[in-house]
């Protein structure tokens, strides 16, 4: 079984700075998706971006960006210039290209302090 | 475009009764799952589905049935609820395809069992 590790329940932030969300997983498989969904207080989750394991390049969607470390098995999430928009839990996720299950790590709850 | 909705977003149930959180989606998506968030636990797989008529097992389905008789619909059935049972219930849903992936969320139903 695949699993994924978040060993920052709570981590904080002034506005306009910089934070990285930590996640490492273990799998044996090499062809995997990996994602990070944000939940807000709304409850609702969005996906915030998604690395595909065979692409080298880290992805990046405007002010968030990844360290993907394939070999560390490690997959961290960087937020630039935090807004208050961003308080909200962190989810970090892991798919097999050929499974049918997602494996969610427990999350990280990250706060903006203004 | 609704994606995926589910009903009821709040219900609270006695020891012992029955009762089913719907979903639908609109996207024509093959694949489609429940899971049950609870604190400090991330999200926990119940039950998925790769499309109508197949059902499958997560991580967590004791307690819990669902059934997939069309390719919109997936409800997830309690016979007999228990107290352990409360938690944030989540239907999300996702396209099969190559270079997807992408789970899509409901906006959760919480249940409480006294």
């Known amino acids: 079984a695949q699993t994924v590790t978040q060993s920052q329940p709570e981590m904080s932030v002034q506005e306009a700075e910089t934070v990285t969300l930590s996640c490492t997983y273990d799998?044996?498989?090499?062809?995997?998706?990996l994602f990070w969904y944000k939940q807000p207080p709304s409850r609702q989750m969005i996906l915030v971006i998604r690395?595909?394991?065979?692409?080298?390049q880290n992805a990046t969607e405007n002010r968030f960006s990844v360290n993907f470390q394939k070999a560390a098995k490690s997959f961290s999430l960087k937020i630039s210039d935090s807004q208050l928009g961003d308080t909200a839990m962190y989810f970090c996720?892991?798919?097999?290209?050929?499974?049918?299950?997602?494996?969610f790590g427990t999350g990280t709850s990250l706060t903006v302090i203004p | 475009n609704a994606g995926v909705t589910q009903t009821p977003k709040f219900q609270v149930l006695k020891t012992g009764q029955s009762m089913t959180l719907q979903c639908a989606q609109d996207?024509?998506?093959?694949?489609m799952s429940w899971y049950r968030q609870d604190p400090g636990m991330g999200l926990r797989l119940i039950h998925y589905?790769?499309?109508?008529?197949?059902?499958d097992q997560g991580e967590v389905p004791n307690g819990y049935n669902v059934s997939r008789s069309t390719t919109e619909d997936f409800p997830l059935r309690l016979l007999s609820a228990a107290p352990s049972q409360t938690s944030v219930y989540f239907c999300?849903?996702?396209?099969?395809?190559?270079?997807?992936?992408?789970?899509?969320f409901g906006e959760g139903s919480r249940l409480t069992v006294l």
């Open positions: 999300a849903s996702s396209y099969r395809g190559l270079n997807t992936g992408e789970l899509f």
């Open positions: 799998t044996s498989e090499n062809n995997y998706y």
């Open positions: 690395q595909e394991a065979y692409k080298q």
């Open positions: 996720a892991f798919m097999r290209f050929t499974g049918n299950q997602f494996y």
């Open positions: 996207m024509n998506h093959e694949y």
């Open positions: 589905s790769v499309g109508a008529g197949i059902t």
